[in-house]
Antibody, heavy 123, light 113 residues
């Protein structure tokens, strides 16, 4: 079954850290670029980060650059998002998403999404 | 950053009627080197993640009903649902992947009249 399953969300205080994971199955994970996209409660979608299939290229949205780090372990079919210096405005459902073009270097559209994990930043 | 705007914010259409959603980009997202428009459309139903409907502005994703179609080029794009079904009630987002940071439109909510 082709799927992405996120985990690691929860409640964290401002300034804290959290690491999200995304377990992939049913497709050749090592051949596909991956993204994180977030959605604040009742709001629209915001692209967070992209990592190339081999981990050699990484790109970030302006609001998370320098605070978040995307990584992957192809031997475990798992994508990660390390989030540091969290702010209340980082509160959102975080989705991992598969890139629609295999071996892409900079990312394209998203053809598979997980169900998301909720991160709430609050004191 | 490329800004995408959508119109209308919401619309209500009778079952079987046509629904049209517009997406306008702050700059052209047509790459002349390959003549491709770097635009996708997604459908998001309540409590669910987004689902890819259309990419390259007009290519329908596998398994998506043919009542969904995408058109447009340059900076102006349209998603059309030719005959609205009850299961099409959702929010629809456009997305540009022409340049980083990738951006989304604010969404258009579609309901049944």
């Amino acid at each position: 079954q082709v799927q992405l399953v996120e985990s690691g969300g929860g409640v964290v205080q401002p300034g804290g850290s959290l690491r999200l994971s995304c377990a992939a199955s049913g497709f050749t994970f090592r051949s596909d670029g991956m993204h994180w996209v977030r959605q604040a409660p009742g709001k629209g979608l915001e692209w967070v980060a992209f990592i190339r299939y081999d981990g050699s290229n990484k790109y970030y949205g302006d609001s998370v650059e320098g605070r978040f780090t995307i990584s992957r372990d192809n031997s475990k079919n798992t994508l990660y998002l390390q989030m540091n210096s969290l702010r209340p405005e980082d509160t959102a459902v975080y989705y991992c998403a598969k890139d629609g073009v295999s071996t892409s270097s900079i990312g394209w559209y998203f053809d598979l999404w997980g169900r998301g994990t909720l991160v709430a930043v609050s004191s | 950053d490329i800004v995408l705007t959508q119109s209308p914010d919401s619309l209500a259409v009778s079952l079987g009627e046509r629904a049209t959603i517009n997406c306008k980009s702050s700059q052209s997202i047509l790459r002349n080197s390959n003549n491709k428009n770097y635009l996708a459309w997604y459908q998001q139903k309540p409590g669910q993640p987004p689902k890819l409907l259309i990419y390259w502005a007009s290519t329908r994703e596998s398994g998506v009903p043919d009542r969904f179609s995408g058109s447009g080029s340059g900076a102006d794009f349209t998603l059309t649902i030719s005959s609205l079904q009850a299961e099409d009630v959702a929010v629809y987002f456009c997305h540009q992947y022409y340049s980083i940071p990738f951006t989304f439109g604010p969404g258009t909510k579609v309901d049944i009249k």
